[in-house]
């Protein structure tokens, strides 16, 4: 009897087990793309630019569906060789609006990374959209020779793709690459090309095969500011008395081609064109509505810095106490005060906060991690974050100031390999109730009658242990 009554209950967890699996399985193969043969490009317009520190990549593709469904998305693939480097992908329509991407991934190519684009009208059979893909590199332009001395100019080298690595097949393709010097050592020459002031143009190149690939190497003169921000700790702190603080801790250093030999600051000083590849100063925006700017380092304040004021920013031209040299590394602390009612938004006891993950610190900066922490008032409950893109959150503190009791919740995430494109807004939604505004000037209140108590109470009491005795007149 008993082994009767089991099997129901081994049943039941027969099928939760099957069920679960169904649900993993779906959930897995959410992420899991294939490659349509139906999809085609007709042309690629590639624009690779290596004038600065980073490689950005833009693609003017034109899709043309072959089959006679219709396609409503397509996929971008990184090859193995660069995929470590790519900090941002995006991708546009005609009409310049952002497309909706995925990663994800296809069986049998797990050496690649893939995205999905998301179109936001299907292409039809033998329809011709055009689309803007543009890909961020870092770290992918290496200095060769790695060291030089303080006279010299650097020379980096980039190796990518001659041809766009795609998935699908390629009925004609050029590249354009941008140096913005005529100073170059060595170049991949591969007909038809040519090369004039500060550019190479390739192609155009026809019928490509999916996944075609032919190494582009270019030696060549760069001597922008190779700054890599290694990590950046960007503090807000939120107040409902009409003042948020930014605070933010910000560690540099130059990663260009090492300084081989002494440094002369004499050289330096008398000669502009000395140290090409240093960096003597950059310029750091910050919101129009910045106000009670300071700038420190370990040392105490840094007075070599000017601010400049303009309509949409307020434009901080950032000094170091030494130039940047590379392998050099400079440390400090940025912040200011912005009005409140310009990020915070309120509806009843409901509040929305909205400001950027990470700011603009220099051009084509390129960040190694960002961490974001937001500290909200005390009281503030039901926190949700909406984020732009995919970050790692980071385990809820509390931050303790003056007056508070239970202490300021803190809501903080980071992220890696941040450029200009991740400088976008964040959503913050809390409760707080109204009334809670009245506990600090309460606490202040009630600490200055207990000491006002306290001091009549003192003022009236004898606490004396022995009485003087006057002596009574006859």
């Not at 005609?94 to 999905?116: A, I, M, P, Q």
């Amino acid at each position: 009897m008993s082994k009767i009554k089991m099997l129901p209950a081994m049943a039941k967890l027969r099928i939760s087990f099957v069920f679960l699996l169904y649900i993993l399985i779906k959930c897995e193969s959410a992420n899991v793309d294939s490659i349509s043969s139906d999809i085609r490009l007709k042309n690629v317009d590639r624009l690779v630019d290596i004038s600065s520190q980073l490689v950005k990549i833009t693609s003017k593709i034109t899709l043309e569906n072959t089959g006679a469904s219709p396609v409503k998305n397509f996929l971008i693939a990184i090859e193995e060789s660069a995929k470590n480097n790519v900090a941002f992908v995006g991708a546009k329509d005609s009409n310049n609006k952002d497309l909706k991407l995925v990663e994800t991934t296809v069986k049998g190519y797990e050496y690649v990374r893939f995205w999905r684009v998301e179109l936001k009208d299907a292409i039809n059979s033998g329809a011709t959209p055009l689309v803007t893909v543009e890909t961020v590199f870092t770290k992918a332009l290496l200095p060769y020779p790695t060291a030089i001395t303080q006279q010299e100019d650097q020379l980096v080298k980039y190796i990518g793709n001659l041809y766009t690595y795609s998935p699908y097949y390629i009925t004609s393709m050029k590249t354009s690459v941008v140096l913005n010097t005529k100073s170059v050592e060595t170049f991949t020459k591969v007909k038809p090309f040519t090369q004039q002031d500060g550019m190479i143009q390739y192609g155009p190149y026809p019928n490509l095969k999916p996944f075609s690939e032919k190494e582009l190497l270019i030696h060549y003169k760069n001597n922008a500011p190779f700054l890599t921000v290694t990590r950046v700790e960007r503090l807000i702190e939120v107040s409902h008395w009409g003042n948020i603080a930014v605070e933010e801790v910000i560690e540099i250093e130059h990663t260009g081609a090492k300084l081989k030999g002494p440094f002369s600051r004499y050289d330096y000083q008398q000669d502009h064109h000395s140290g090409p590849a240093s960096v003597r100063s950059y310029k750091t925006l910050l919101p129009a509505a910045a106000s009670d700017v300071y700038y420190r380092d370990t040392n105490g304040n840094i007075s070599t810095s000017n601010m400049k004021v303009k309509k949409d920013s307020v434009e901080l031209d950032l000094r170091p106490r030494y130039p940047l040299f590379g392998g050099w590394r400079t440390h400090y602390t940025l912040g200011y005060n912005v009005p409140s009612y310009e990020y915070l938004y309120q509806s009843g006891s409901d509040y929305l906060l909205k400001m950027r993950i990470v700011d603009h610190i220099f051009d084509d900066m390129q960040v190694d991690e960002v961490v974001t922490k937001i500290i909200l008032p005390e009281g503030s409950t039901s926190v949700k974050v909406n984020l732009p893109y995919p970050v790692t959150r980071l385990p809820d503190s509390l931050h303790f100031t003056y007056l508070d009791t239970k202490g300021r919740p803190v809501i903080s995430f980071s992220k890696k390999n941040i450029v200009e494109n991740h400088i976008q807004d964040f959503q913050l939604r809390y409760t707080f109730p109204r009334l809670l505004m009245l506990q600090e000037p309460l606490l202040v209140v009630g600490f200055l009658f207990a000491l006002f108590l306290c001091v009549i109470v003192y003022v009236r009491l004898d606490f004396s242990i022995h009485k003087s005795e006057h002596p009574h007149k006859e």
